[in-house]
């Protein structure tokens, strides 16, 4: 189903993960009490909610009324889709990695390289960006199972409710001291908190907000509207304090994994799925270019850390006077050169995007 505002927020998204990547470069590179540090970890931020959105429409059409769930097609039609798209592009990834690093022509035994590469392939890490792919392939094997008792408020208030607590708020609170913070933390512990899935609550959650959208009215989303601008103002001002202290970038607000991200998320989740009504219609027209372009995001998350690295070698990503230009400008420029990739492998006759 080709739901224009998902389209719409499936392309901002992906311009907020190409934004998460980019701004990763000032975050790495400045001294925590320079302004390109401070800019870059508000961009990173703000960014990360982009990766969060991506699960969180995933959960909203795949969960949505009136589909026939089967476990034929969970298998074949996604898991198995983006298990293989997973593997595919692990392997594309270790030979750019070979390329860039001038091993691939230089290799003195061609036959050892291989051999690493295969075992690599198949045991060693994916690139930074690739694990996307087999979380959302594990996370439709849990469809058949969930989809008939998530369309039930409570059944996903029940679930919702210890996933905020426990994954996202409990773990934000242990940023700051408190009272028994440390009896809380060693009893949470003890109960193996942290195995409660992640990232299906996030999934659950984009359904929720998109199955009783009607629920909200303006006063509501008003309310959400501040307190995701508020998590947001929040996460930047203490994170930039906190890296501050420890002479080092703190990773704690950089994570989807954070209250803080949950409130901007939902924010611009509900910002989209709530704007104007035809927004909520079908989009059947093919040659709509929001259309088009929503068709290419998997493929654009799938090439951009290509182009980036591109661009890193000539030297975009260098800290400069103009730093406050730079990183949209890389952040289009990327977008833009993914875009036309995703377009040339779109037109292959096998998709590997």
């Not at 389209?7 to 190409?18: H, T």
């Not at 989740?269 to 909520?280: A, E, P």
């Not at 690295?309 to 993914?338: C, D, H, Q, R, W």
Request: net charge positive; charged share 15%; with cysteine.
């Amino acid at each position: 189903m080709k739901i224009q505002a998902f389209e719409k927020l499936r392309i901002f998204s992906c311009i907020l993960v190409i934004l998460v990547h980019v701004s990763a470069q000032l975050v790495s590179s400045a001294g925590v009490y320079e302004s390109a540090f401070s800019f870059g970890y508000f961009c990173n931020v703000l960014a990360f909610s982009g990766v969060t959105l991506f699960v969180m429409i995933s959960g909203a059409l795949t969960l949505r009324d009136g589909r026939n769930v089967t476990v034929k097609d969970t298998v074949f039609k996604r898991f198995l889709k983006f298990f293989i798209l997973y593997m595919l592009w692990k392997g594309i990834y270790i030979i750019f990695d070979l390329i860039c690093t001038g091993e691939f022509l230089n290799t003195p035994d061609l036959k050892e390289m291989l051999r690493l590469s295969a075992i690599k392939w198949i045991g060693g890490n994916a690139y930074y960006h690739l694990w996307y792919l087999p979380m959302i392939a594990f996370l439709s094997i849990l469809v058949p199972l969930i989809y008939h008792g998530v369309q039930d408020k409570n059944v996903c208030r029940l679930f919702l409710v210890p996933f905020i607590l426990l994954c996202l708020f409990v773990p934000t609170a242990f940023y700051f001291e408190f009272p028994f913070k440390y009896l809380i933390m060693d009893f949470l512990k003890q109960c193996r908190s942290e195995y409660f899935p992640g990232y299906l609550g996030y999934f659950i959650i984009g359904h929720y907000l998109y199955k009783w959208k009607d629920d909200f009215d303006n006063k509501k989303k008003i309310m959400i509207y501040i307190s995701g601008l508020a998590g947001l103002i929040f996460a930047v001002i203490f994170g930039i304090i906190k890296s501050r202290s420890a002479n080092t970038a703190f990773e704690g607000y950089t994570t989807p994994m954070c209250f803080t991200n949950l409130l901007t998320s939902s924010a611009l989740f509900i910002l989209f799925i709530n704007g104007k009504s035809s927004d909520n219609k079908e989009n059947n027209n093919d040659k709509n270019p929001v259309k088009i372009l929503s068709g290419l995001t998997l493929g654009i998350y799938l090439v951009h850390p290509m182009i980036i690295e591109l661009l890193k070698a000539f030297g975009f990503f260098t800290i400069n006077a103009y730093i406050y230009m730079t990183v949209p400008v890389s952040v289009i420029i990327v977008f833009a050169l993914s875009s036309l990739i995703a377009l040339i492998l779109s037109k292959l006759p096998i998709r590997i995007s």
